[in-house]
């Protein structure tokens, strides 16, 4: 992945795209997603872009899996009571289409849908 044209989240991470951001430390980033669909939903990026998905990530640095998911739980207390769903679209055919490893973080009321497009 790092061989070929920069993720649109790196260029996000790169402040080439603008984005909400609502938390960023040395390894991760998270942004308001551009098409909720949920009252909160915040996508959580790794900075790295060497894992396209999260088996990738999960078999090449379960360290920085842990790490997501402890950072998905900070901010879920930051924005709203600290409960959330955490949504890993792996593969196109299950909506995934950005590969560059990510986990929606939803919260608040869910609706119809809000699990996949
Ligand atoms: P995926 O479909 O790969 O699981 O998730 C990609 C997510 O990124 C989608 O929910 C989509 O709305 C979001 N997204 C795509 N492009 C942008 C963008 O430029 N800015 C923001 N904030 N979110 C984006």
């Known amino acids: 992945m790092s061989q070929s044209e920069p993720s649109i989240f790196t260029r996000i991470i790169d402040r080439e795209i603008p984005a909400d951001i609502v938390f960023e430390d ?3 980033i998270a942004f308001t997603d551009i098409a909720p669909k949920a009252p909160i939903h915040i996508v959580l990026v790794p900075k790295t872009s060497e894992y396209a998905d999260v088996v990738q990530l999960a078999s090449g640095d379960p360290e920085l899996l ?3 998911i402890a950072r998905a739980s900070t901010i879920a207390h930051q924005v709203s ?3 959330f769903r955490l ?3 792996t593969g ?3 909506g995934q289409t950005i590969f560059h490893v ?3 973080i939803m919260s608040g009321e869910m609706t119809e849908g809000s699990l996949g497009r």
């Open 81 to 83: 009571d600290g409960q």
């Open 26 to 28: 040395d390894l991760f």
């Open 92 to 94: 196109a055919g299950a």
């Open 87 to 89: 949504v890993f679209n």
């Open 102 to 104: 990510h986990g929606h």
């Open 66 to 68: 842990a790490q997501m």
